[in-house]
């Protein structure tokens, strides 16, 4: 099993930051009171930031950017409240939470700007040279994969070439949808040179065909990080409708191109599983993770890369869920091109989203959930808790985050910093505040 400790933990609304913001810049006189609406807080996403040039002293976790959505409360845009747009937040070293960040979105007052996603960008090259070094080392290693151009066109290459800053491996990216009232959703992009404390204003992300659906919903990025296939960046995707499917949209050159995976279309076992939720017959939301004990053997010559263990770094795993429902994966051995038919796990959801990742490889999986098909009821609920997997199928509660099973606790997201044994940690509490809370994890041998 594995000791959990937590070393930081905090509770950010919307409507205090930006206050303190604006008496930060002396327009908010002491005793002035907030008159603005509450708003809706949804839809986090957060990413460690890096930190190698602190290696040499002691740092209790990175700095974090933490982008979320907010917006009026149902019905208030009617009256002049519409304002839904992504912030994004930096949370510093000693717990301070630096200016917020109001994006400059181009469509506002829509159904929603939301499901941001913060990933770094610029990954793929150093893993595929990573890759070729092993290659030199042992002969038996899987040549790396030809590139694939994708598709579709993104607009990212056009924003660094305008932009007046050092593209690098340190460019974080933040993508999120935008869509007005019955509309297709579509994915506008937003790059970050300098940590996060500016972003440029977002564009359509595939300008040529901007209602394609393109890039992540909600969920993070998945790197590919060794085998064949190293550094490509997986996208969960999947597609708003009563039948539900997912794919995946993946990427050989950091994201100026993206491809297409084949959807996963729910069976009919499928569909019986979910026949409880309240939202889809099908599947809703994807997650993404490798295949557990990839990472075992390293480039030592006494402990060789056999081509056993390339076949696993080549495969990659999507689980999937819908409100209400047992969790289903899907496999790909191709580096997430192609995925097979869905079967289901031992893992039940109880109305909430789900987020996964892998650490030391045993799999992490945050949400309502349950192992027993009986205790499955979206109105009943279950506490926050996170799961463990030692094979990806069966699960077992190691810790709960919060004890309410009616409690609305929404959107997880889960980032790992391995070598420092480190688990991050946001999700909405009320659709009011984002929590962020980090772990200090140790395995127990």
């Known amino acids: 099993m594995v000791d959990i400790h937590e070393v930081f933990s905090t509770s950010i ?17 002491e005793g002035e ?49 519409g304002d839904s747009c992504v912030y994004v937040m930096r949370v510093e070293l000693d717990g301070s939470h630096s200016l917020v960040n109001k994006l400059d979105c181009p ?16 990954q793929g090259e150093a893993r595929r040279l990573r890759h070729s070094l092993d290659l030199g080392a042992h002969e038996t290693v899987t040549p790396h994969a030809p590139v694939v151009t994708g598709e579709f066109k993104t607009s990212i290459q056009d924003i660094v070439d305008k932009a007046n800053h050092p593209d690098d491996d340190k460019t974080i990216a933040l993508i999120y949808k935008a869509a007005p009232k019955d509309a297709d959703s579509v994915s506008y992009v937003s790059l970050s040179f300098d940590e996060g404390r500016a972003f440029t204003t977002p564009r359509v992300l595939v300008e040529h065909a901007p209602n394609s659906g393109r890039g992540p919903v909600r969920t993070k990025p998945f790197l590919m990080r060794k085998g064949p296939y190293a550094g490509r960046i997986l996208l969960p995707c999947s597609v708003e409708s009563k ?32 026949a409880k ?35 696993k770094a080549a495969k990659v795993h999507m689980m999937l869920s ?8 899907a496999d790909s051995a191709d580096g997430g091109a192609t995925f097979g038919k869905p079967y289901p796990i031992d893992l039940y959801n109880c109305n909430m989203g789900i987020d996964v990742i892998s650490y030391q490889n045993r799999l992490l999986c945050l949400g309502k959930l349950v192992t027993d098909p009986d205790k499955c009821d979206f109105t009943r609920g279950a506490p926050l808790s996170l799961f463990m997997s030692h094979d990806g199928k069966s699960f077992t509660k190691i810790f709960t985050l919060e004890e309410d099973p009616q409690g609305v606790f929404t959107s997880p997201c889960l980032q790992v910093d391995r070598r420092h044994h480190l688990l991050y940690v946001s999700y909405t509490d009320h659709r009011k505040a984002m929590k962020l809370r980090i772990f200090r994890l140790m395995l127990n041998h």
């Open 243 to 274: 039948d539900g499917l997912v794919f995946a949209d993946f990427s050989d050159d950091d994201l100026r191109t993206i491809a297409q995976s084949n959807a996963v279309t729910p069976d009919e076992s499928q569909k019986v599983a979910a």
């Open 33 to 81: 009171s907030d008159t603005n609406a509450v708003r809706i807080v949804h839809a986090g996403s957060i990413l460690p930031l890096k930190h190698e040039h602190d290696r040499d002293s002691f740092i209790p976790f990175s700095p974090i950017l933490c982008a979320f959505y907010a917006g009026p409360k149902s019905g208030q845009a009617d009256r002049g409240f």
């Open 107 to 122: 469509q506002l007052n829509q159904k929603a700007n939301c499901t941001p996603v913060l990933f770094y960008l610029n």
């Open 277 to 311: 939720s309240f939202a889809a017959h099908g599947v809703v939301l994807s997650a993404l993770f490798e295949d557990l004990g990839v990472h075992r053997k390293g480039s030592a010559a006494n402990d060789p890369i056999t081509p056993e263990d390339d076949a």
């Open 13 to 29: 609304t919307l409507d205090e930051v930006e206050r303190a913001n604006r008496c930060a810049e002396g327009a908010c006189p």
């Open 322 to 329: 819908a409100s209400a429902s047992q969790l289903f994966v």
